[in-house]
């Protein structure tokens, strides 16, 4: 397996807390993706990154942020949790040549209940 | 943006038969479809995967087949096992992001 980790692996918070979930890769890979997964609706892109500082909007970036300091950690920050955004969240890497001609390693997930 | 349908979203096949997931997408421009394999309690991996200039790829038991016409793609897995139970995914890219369909439960049963 690819060299991604992601924590916590388990999280439970309240509605209005602040979360961050990390991603730590150890392949130096350029790409770097964050999903969330729900029953019926497969994997949603949220941000992702293609290099340090370098991040753009997915298709449900809405209630999420990012952040790219380092090439290896790419974290995600619920600002303002809501019980919407309990899911399980997968991180990804791809090499450097771009998702659309490379493979996409995942995470393990983390999964987040909100209450 | 992208859109990928997926179906059905659950199969059942016995054991040994044949398996077929169908996927459409409606972005023209996408030219990379990958299918993922997802077994219970773990992280999405690689399978297969077809790029546009190709119609049909096979790997083993398992075949995908493109019909960027009709904009539609296809995972077959033949002889199926026990194994092979998990959810499928399929998706399309036409740049840095890869849409996914929402999913295929399948079960085969022995």
């Known amino acids: 397996d690819a060299g991604i980790t992601q924590s916590p692996r388990h999280k439970v918070t309240e509605t209005g807390t602040p979360v961050t979930l990390r991603c730590h890769q150890t392949?130096?890979?350029?790409?770097m993706y964050w999903y969330r997964q729900d029953p019926g609706h497969g994997l949603r892109l949220i941000h992702y990154?293609?290099?340090?500082?370098?991040?753009d909007k997915g298709e449900v970036s809405d209630g999420y942020s990012v952040s790219r300091s380092k090439t290896e950690d790419f974290l995600l920050t619920l600002e303002s949790a809501t019980s919407s955004q309990t899911s399980v969240y997968f991180c990804?890497?791809?090499?450097?040549?771009?998702?659309?001609?490379?493979?996409?390693?995942f995470g393990e997930g983390s999964r987040l209940t909100v209450l | 943006g992208e859109n990928v349908e997926q179906h059905p979203s659950t199969l059942s096949v016995q054991e040994g038969d044949s398996a077929v997931i169908k996927c459409t997408y409606s972005?023209?421009?996408?030219?990379?479809f990958p299918w993922y394999k997802q077994e219970l309690g773990k992280r999405p991996q690689l399978i297969i995967d077809?790029?546009?200039?190709?119609g049909e790829k096979k790997d083993q038991r398992i075949a995908v087949t493109l019909n960027k016409t009709a904009k539609h793609f296809s995972l077959h897995i033949t002889e199926t096992q026990p194994e092979d139970s998990a959810v499928y995914f399929c998706?399309?890219?036409?740049?840095?992001?890869?849409?996914f369909g929402g999913g295929t439960r399948l079960m085969v049963k022995p």
């Open positions: 990154s293609y290099g340090v500082k370098d991040t």
């Open positions: 077809i790029r546009s200039n190709v």
């Open positions: 998706a399309a890219s036409a740049g840095n992001m890869l849409t």
């Open positions: 972005d023209s421009a996408s030219n990379y």
């Open positions: 392949e130096n890979h350029r790409y």
């Open positions: 990804a890497i791809s090499d450097t040549r771009g998702v659309d001609t490379g493979e996409l390693f």
